[in-house]
């Protein structure tokens, strides 16, 4: 395995991302170039040309100097380092020796779509158990998901990383399968996509599903245009990171195939204080932990349910999106 055979140190560092600096310099050349053209509207409309000209005169005119460097730490990445930064291993091919799933969800307050999820998944010839973890449900989330044949795990500190590490902590538990799946309970994954998921798990440690393909979601869900570029503007972030270690498309998904012995090495290094940005987090510290991560496209559907997580509106979305990337860039201490 790739994470043995790197130690799977806590001390694991990877090379300088200077393509990932290099995009975020670009991207605030470019905000600032725009923000110095848009003040147009408030300097004729507002007649506040004394106050603002110079203001849009500097912003437009020193826009460059975050894009030139940018253009130029994203070259010297792309066409010196990339050859030292990809992996020299040849495509990895380990299959499982127990296909069996055990199957982790997320809940909270979700009494109207629970027990459909959890029979959904346990119809599924793959999986051994399905295992719910309520978030301190005020609902009877609790008490559906038991009735529709659930292991229930109650988890009462509050917050989506919380919950996602507790389903993954009683998941590893059970010795039986050797591979994990960890999904939500709102019904907008369904099981027969754990099928797609288990024909890439003998190629890496983490299989994530992506919902980038337009022909698999449907029209209208929770995930709006915006929420849905903005997914996969940090997955190309955490892509530019680690440059040469994988394709990232949806760094906010939670639909994931885990192999078991990977997960139990990668537990003690999550932390599960991030809230509703901890699926970046995870991503950010497998790859970190010299994982094999490959993703694979899955069905997105319209959810069962009043959304409470990061998908409540844009806004919501955008404020978990840039605190995504604060993690990404800065560490994800700075956001517990």
């Given at each position: 395995?790739?994470g043995r055979?790197?130690g799977?140190?806590?001390s694991?560092?990877?090379?300088?991302?200077?393509?990932?600096?290099g995009?975020?310099?670009?991207?605030?050349?470019?905000a600032s170039?725009?923000?110095?053209?848009?003040?147009v509207?408030?300097?004729?409309?507002?007649d506040?040309?004394?106050?603002?000209?110079?203001?849009?005169?500097?912003?437009?005119?020193?826009?460059?100097?975050?894009?030139?460097?940018?253009?130029?730490?994203?070259?010297?990445?792309l066409?010196?380092?990339?050859?030292t930064?990809?992996?020299n291993v040849?495509?990895r091919?380990?299959?499982?020796?127990?296909?069996?799933?055990?199957?982790a969800?997320?809940?909270?307050?979700?009494e109207?779509?629970?027990?459909?999820?959890?029979?959904?998944?346990?119809?599924?010839?793959r999986?051994?158990?399905?295992?719910?973890?309520?978030?301190?449900?005020a609902d009877?989330?609790?008490?559906?998901?038991e009735?529709?044949?659930?292991?229930?795990f109650?988890?009462?500190?509050?917050?989506?990383?919380r919950?996602v590490?507790?389903?993954?902590?009683?998941?590893?538990?059970f010795?039986?399968?050797?591979v994990?799946?960890?999904?939500?309970?709102?019904?907008?994954?369904?099981a027969?996509d754990?099928?797609?998921?288990?024909a890439?798990?003998?190629?890496a440690?983490?299989?994530?599903?992506?919902?980038?393909v337009?022909?698999l979601?449907?029209?209208?869900?929770?995930?709006?245009?915006?929420?849905f570029?903005?997914n996969?503007?940090?997955?190309k972030?955490?892509?530019?990171?680690?440059l040469?270690?994988g394709?990232?498309?949806?760094?906010?998904?939670?639909?994931?195939?885990c192999?078991?012995?990977?997960?139990?090495r990668?537990l003690p290094?999550?932390?599960?204080?991030?809230?509703?940005?901890?699926?970046a987090?995870f991503l950010?510290?497998?790859?970190?932990k010299?994982?094999?991560?490959?993703?694979?496209?899955?069905?997105?559907?319209?959810r069962?349910?009043?959304?409470?997580?990061g998908?409540?509106?844009?806004?919501?979305g955008?404020?978990?999106?840039?605190?995504?990337?604060?993690?990404?860039?800065?560490?994800?201490?700075?956001l517990?």
């Amino acid at each position: 395995m790739l994470g043995r055979r790197r130690g799977f140190d806590s001390s694991d560092v990877g090379p300088t991302p200077f393509l990932l600096y290099g995009v975020l310099f670009f991207c605030l050349g470019i905000a600032s170039f725009l923000l110095g053209v848009l003040l147009v509207f408030p300097r004729y409309l507002l007649d506040l040309h004394e106050l603002l000209d110079p203001v849009a005169e500097w912003l437009v005119w020193y826009s460059g100097v975050p894009i030139v460097l940018g253009l130029t730490l994203a070259g010297f990445d792309l066409l010196f380092l990339l050859g030292t930064k990809k992996p020299n291993v040849p495509v990895r091919y380990e299959p499982v020796a127990n296909p069996k799933v055990t199957v982790a969800l997320t809940a909270y307050d979700d009494e109207e779509s629970i027990g459909p999820a959890v029979k959904d998944f346990l119809a599924h010839p793959r999986v051994a158990r399905v295992i719910v973890v309520s978030n301190n449900s005020a609902d009877r989330t609790f008490e559906r998901a038991e009735a529709a044949g659930a292991i229930t795990f109650n988890e009462a500190a509050p917050g989506y990383g919380r919950c996602v590490y507790r389903c993954l902590s009683e998941a590893v538990k059970f010795t039986d399968s050797d591979v994990i799946v960890l999904c939500e309970g709102d019904l907008t994954f369904r099981a027969f996509d754990i099928d797609k998921l288990a024909a890439y798990v003998a190629h890496a440690d983490i299989v994530n599903g992506t919902r980038t393909v337009e022909p698999l979601r449907q029209y209208i869900t929770q995930l709006s245009t915006f929420m849905f570029y903005g997914n996969i503007f940090v997955g190309k972030l955490l892509e530019a990171k680690y440059l040469g270690r994988g394709t990232i498309t949806d760094a906010g998904t939670t639909y994931k195939l885990c192999r078991r012995e990977a997960l139990e090495r990668l537990l003690p290094h999550l932390n599960p204080a991030v809230n509703l940005e901890f699926n970046a987090h995870f991503l950010d510290t497998a790859l970190r932990k010299g994982l094999v991560l490959i993703e694979c496209p899955i069905t997105f559907h319209a959810r069962v349910g009043v959304s409470k997580g990061g998908n409540i509106n844009d806004l919501r979305g955008f404020i978990v999106g840039c605190r995504m990337i604060v993690g990404i860039v800065f560490g994800w201490r700075l956001l517990t």
